[in-house]
């Protein structure tokens, strides 16, 4: 069968069972074209996105299909969606969400997340839907340049006092989004599987989200 690419997917060369092949779903053109950079282009794959979702525990399953970002991950996937999505077929085998490190980022993770919930059940399920972490600030130490990534507001506060106790003088970087990452810094974090930080998502997540984003209690998948 002949694969028809996405307009704004920039595909690996390997895909399948075995491949190892991942698909960033990246927030925005800019960041997107900061991973396609320094990406592995044998393996790993990006499809950007822009705006919010659309809920798909919400609306109507009409409404997700005809959705333009979902319309291209069921593409670039292949291997359909709700009931007729088999996991044996998936071109990737991770799908990884990169946002920006702010609320509106773990919003736009939340809402794919429920997306998968619905349309890609299997894939969550076997935990092969992630959230790739941005750090919030670098935090280099003068007394014996190093640097220290962190990831939230509270690592922050108490690596900061950390090295400050023991003596070290300081110089913080807050970086603002994933387009104000430096490529080295985008690639350790969020793109290389040795160094980066995961948060591989399942049911508790998807239940968690459907409680503030959904109708409520949590619902019965399509599968």
Known sequence: ??????????DCRRHGAGSGAE???????SAAGSVKLVRDAATQAVLPMQGKPLNAAKASPDRVAAYPLYRALVQAMGAGDGPTFDL????????????????DGIHCAALMCLYFYRRMWPLLEQRRVAIAHAPLAVILSETDDSRRYVYDE????????????EGHALQVVRYRGLAGLELGT?????????TRVLHPL???DADAMLRVLGRGEPQPTLF
């Open 1 to 10: 069968m002949t694969f028809t690419a996405p307009v704004k997917l920039d």
């Open 23 to 29: 698909l960033f779903l990246v927030e925005g053109d």
């Open 88 to 103: 044996s077929r998936a071109r990737y085998e991770r799908v990884i969400l990169l946002m920006d490190a702010d609320v």
């Open 154 to 165: 509270t690592e922050y506060r108490d690596t900061a006092q950390a090295l400050r106790a």
């Open 186 to 194: 985008l690639a350790a974090t969020c793109v290389r599987p040795a």
């Open 202 to 204: 399942g049911r508790p």
